[in-house]
Every structure is written in structure tokens, then in C-alpha cells.
């Protein structure tokens, strides 16, 4: 059979907003991102990385009994002060630079405003960001899908697991790929982007595990290959 690019991008789509129906029915709102304030998101976004969230809440509890969730307090601590604090989050020192960096340019370059920061096109914004030290391609838009409220999606290690193993994507797959799979298929919806990062986070840590757990699972009966 002649390969049909559009019926494949049609298959595509239908098969991620049967996922997508599938996880909603199953969980319903996830009320992501859990956190009290955009500086708290900025700031676990950039803790998060390489680290379980349990360890980044302890540090963001840190924060907070300092009163240090707020962009002056951030930009006036003293970076040995700033790695006490965030410590449980997990190679400190390193992410102590990368808060910095972000601060330093909201300060230099934004006048201390994330909404200035934010504004403008989808892509300049997202490039504004991934020149910051340490901000990465996950980083930057969890930034703009949670703090910008724009429609960038977050490929984590759960997302990719899923699409993979629901044969929508292949181990070639690239974060990059993989973004644009999503934007090229589904609607440019926030709220939408933001719920399905969620629920991909519930399914994978829930039963797209390493050891795949197919038979309780919310998906089971969409074609997939747990050995991927």
C-alpha cells in the first residue's frame, strides 16, 4: 500500500485524543502546575531538573520559610545562602547558577517583570528563554505553558515512554520531534497542552513504568508494545 502522510497524521491525531480522552476520563483535572505563584513555577521548573519532585518541594519549602519566593529576595540572596536553601533539590551549586542566571536576566533585561519577559511571539519568547544559562528545551516551555500560559508543550521522560510504546514515536525520537508531533496534531490549546503533560506524568509514573504495568492501565487496548 502507497504511504499516505495525511492519513497517517490523521491516525496520529485521533489516537492522541483518544489517550488524551482515555487519562481524562480516568483522573479528570489535574490542577497543574501545583504551585502558589509564578515565581514558585519559574523556580520548580528549574529545581526539577534531574530530580524527583518530592525533593524539589522540600527546597520550595525552604524557600518559602525565608521568604524567598520573590523576585528581589531571589536576586539580593547570596548564592551560598541561595544553595543552603534549595540543597535537597540535588546538585545545588549548579542549579544555584542556573536561579541566578534566570534572575539576573528578569532583572537586566525585563526590569525585575515576568510579563515583560513573556511577551511577544510563542517562538521569540521561547528563545528568549533557552538563552538563559541552564534553561533547557523542557524548562523553557514548562515556563511558557505554566507561567506564560501559552501553548508550548512539555516532552518529559513519562511523555516520551507513552508515545513510544503507543508506537506514535520511535527510539530516534527527539525532544524537538517529539514537541512538533504534538503541535502539528492537536489544537493550539493551553489548557489542553497543560492537562495532557499532567496526565502523562499520572499514566507514566502510575503504570508506564520501566516495567510496564499494561493491564490496570487507562490506554490498555490502544496498539502499543510495552517491550519499547
Not at 86 to 97: D, H, N
Not at 109 to 115: I, Q
Not at 176 to 191: G, I, K, M, N, Y
Not at 214 to 221: D, F, V
Request: hydrophobic share 45%; aromatic share 8%; net charge positive.
Amino acid at each position: 500500500m502507497k504511504h499516505d502522510p495525511s492519513r497517517a497524521a490523521n491516525a496520529t491525531h485521533s489516537s492522541l485524543l483518544e489517550m488524551f480522552d482515555r487519562l481524562f476520563g480516568r483522573w479528570g483535572p489535574q490542577h497543574w502546575w501545583p504551585a502558589e505563584s509564578d515565581v514558585e513555577i519559574v523556580v520548580g521548573a528549574i529545581l526539577t531538573q534531574n530530580t524527583a519532585w518530592t525533593n524539589v518541594e522540600r527546597a520550595i519549602a525552604n524557600l518559602r520559610a525565608a521568604d524567598g519566593l520573590s523576585w528581589t529576595t531571589l536576586r539580593d540572596l547570596a548564592p551560598a545562602r541561595l544553595s543552603e536553601l534549595i540543597r535537597p533539590a540535588g546538585t545545588y551549586r549548579l542549579k544555584t547558577k542556573r536561579l541566578k542566571a534566570f534572575v539576573a536576566t528578569l532583572w537586566n533585561e525585563h526590569a525585575g517583570s515576568l510579563d515583560r519577559m513573556m511577551h511577544g511571539e510563542l517562538d521569540a519568547v521561547r528563545a528568549r528563554l533557552l538563552a538563559i544559562h541552564g534553561i533547557g528545551p523542557e524548562t523553557a516551555d514548562a515556563i511558557l505553558l505554566y507561567v506564560g500560559r501559552r501553548p508550548a508543550f512539555v516532552v518529559d521522560a513519562y511523555t516520551q515512554r507513552v508515545l513510544r510504546r503507543h508506537l506514535l514515536t520511535d527510539a530516534r525520537a527527539t525532544y524537538e520531534s517529539t514537541r512538533q508531533l504534538v503541535h502539528d496534531r492537536l489544537p493550539a490549546d493551553p489548557e489542553l497542552f497543560n492537562e495532557f503533560h499532567a496526565m502523562f506524568v499520572a499514566v507514566g509514573k502510575a503504570y508506564c513504568r520501566p516495567k510496564a504495568r499494561c493491564a490496570e492501565c487507562p490506554l490498555r487496548g490502544m496498539p502499543h508494545d510495552e517491550s519499547l
